[in-house]
């Protein structure tokens, strides 16, 4: 990742690359220090024109002016800030710059955002690649402002992004369910949160069926990763539980995926669990004084050996018995062992987050996240606040009990997918039947994994879930 660094504006280097952010659309307030008043003019008379971004060159400096951008909302504003560095991250790639000082007077908000916007897309995954790297790997942020604290965590933020992508871009030829709890094991070390593997015959004895049953046609073993980060004095007395999906591939199991092309980004079924990680990093490495848990059930979803087949009968951790009509519906069979073995934490909240259905991807896209759940509306509106400040939004589907038809079996307590209609809330009805306490379902399927670029979002893993549960922990702590 791009270094991060705060620096006063009196020592901004005028020499080198300088990027400043204008405080109004008509190029009013230029520092005279930065400009001649010949170069202002001409700056003016581009920001009338509707230029954005004017660029200037000369044999002594390089400077690019970006005009003050409006929205109806703060939100919208920011985000369009981020937006905007992501852009210009591209010209400053293809113009091979390699450091940095982005500039605003006293607004730290859209300032931030914009070097999120940069640093996010300037994100590569290069381990198996002869590529070449991107030149950009110094960012001074300086501002009037003092924003050495802000910058620090914005920059342990965006780690975790960046880490949370890795995992989700990493071949399953590598990252197995045992590879996956490693790596969150070094990423705790790293950051400061403990971390406890349990193997297949601790499994066993938990009498996790669901996480066993869609394990049973892989030839690797499953795992349960327990993550806790406990600060001394936490603000919450009971534990945040975080659950995270992690089917390391999924092939559909016997239910084999039919669709041209439907496998080939199958490695980003785990995007919930690394969300999780990237979630624990953030907080612990910042220091937030809240108490939590995480828990990841992993395995990957194949068809082969004893694989579980359609009309097959599993006993889950709860006691509850599923019968499995699609094997293609896996991600809710794991998360049920793990949301029922969240209850012995006696949770405040307990959240997941899962690539779950195409479903929830397909009515709403990339641009929202499917949420659900039984927390009450308090901490629904708090969730929704945070997603619209790190513009990974939600929007809430009912969970009304007309729904508990579609999953209704003849023969078991409960069949594992509804029918055509509903996709999206009919696996988090079949989830919260293993739930006894305030929960909140996040179907993360739309946005997890781009097949080509938006935004700061670069192709492949975007770490989708990780700014959101940061700002939603933060926000509580700052209530």
């Known amino acids: 990742m791009a270094i991060l660094e705060f620096l006063p504006s009196k020592e901004i280097n005028l020499s080198g690359v300088l990027i400043y952010l204008a405080e109004t659309q008509e190029g009013q307030n230029l520092i005279s ?140 030829l590598f990252l197995t369910a045992e590879q996956l709890s490693k790596e969150i094991e070094t990423i705790g070390k790293e950051a400061g949160f403990s971390t406890e593997i349990f193997n297949k015959s601790k499994i066993q ?132 062992d793990a949301l029922s073995y969240a209850k012995k934490y006696d949770p405040e909240l307990v959240i997941d987050l899962a690539t779950l259905t195409g479903s929830a991807a397909r009515a709403i896209g990339k641009e929202a996240i499917v949420f659900m759940g039984t927390a009450d509306e308090t901490t629904k509106k708090e969730f929704t606040k945070a997603g619209f400040e790190t513009f990974e939004r939600l929007v809430e589907f009912p969970l009304w009990e007309d729904y508990d038809q579609y999953i209704q079996s003849d023969i078991a307590d409960l069949k594992n997918i509804g029918g055509n209609e509903a996709g999206a809330i009919t696996a988090g009805k079949f989830m919260q039947h293993f739930t006894s306490y305030p929960w909140l379902h996040l179907d993360i399927a739309g946005g997890a994994f781009m097949t080509s670029p938006f935004h700061y979002w670069v192709k492949g893993g975007t770490g989708l879930g990780v700014k959101l549960l940061y700002n939603f922990l933060k926000n509580k702590i700052n209530q």
């Open 33 to 172: 220090t930065f400009l001649t008043q010949e170069e202002i003019n001409f700056i003016g008379s581009q920001f009338k024109k509707g230029i954005e971004v004017v660029e200037i060159h000369t044999p002594h400096k390089t400077i690019f002016i970006l005009s003050s951008l409006n929205a109806e909302s703060n939100d919208d504003i920011v985000e369009k800030y981020r937006r905007k560095g992501a852009a210009l991250c591209h010209r400053l790639t293809a113009l091979k710059h390699t450091s940095v000082t982005i500039f605003k007077e006293n607004s730290a908000d859209t300032l931030l955002a914009f070097t999120e916007g940069i640093v996010l897309a300037n994100y590569q995954f290069l381990k198996y690649k002869s590529g070449t790297k991107n030149s950009l790997t110094k960012l001074f942020v300086s501002s009037e402002l003092n924003l050495t604290d802000k910058v620090a965590e914005l920059t342990i933020l965006l780690d975790a992004v960046y880490k949370t992508r890795d995992l989700v871009n990493e071949p399953v």
């Open 205 to 336: 004895s938990l009498k996790m069926g669901g996480l066993l049953a869609v394990n049973e046609g892989s030839p690797n073993p499953p795992t349960f990763t327990i993550l806790e980060y406990k600060p001394k004095n936490p603000i919450n007395k009971n534990p945040i539980v975080l659950v995270g999906k992690g089917v390391v591939y999924d092939t559909g199991g016997l239910s084999l995926k039919p669709t041209e092309h439907s496998m080939d980004m199958m490695k980003c079924d785990m995007a919930g669990a690394a969300a999780v990680a990237g979630a624990f990093y953030a907080v612990a490495k910042n220091n937030l004084p809240i108490h939590l848990i995480g828990l990841i059930p992993a395995t990957e979803n194949r068809p082969g050996g004893n694989a579980i087949t359609p009309g097959d009968i599993i006993t889950m951790h709860n006691g509850k018995t599923v019968e499995v009509l699609n094997t293609d519906a896996e991600g809710r069979l794991i998360l049920a």
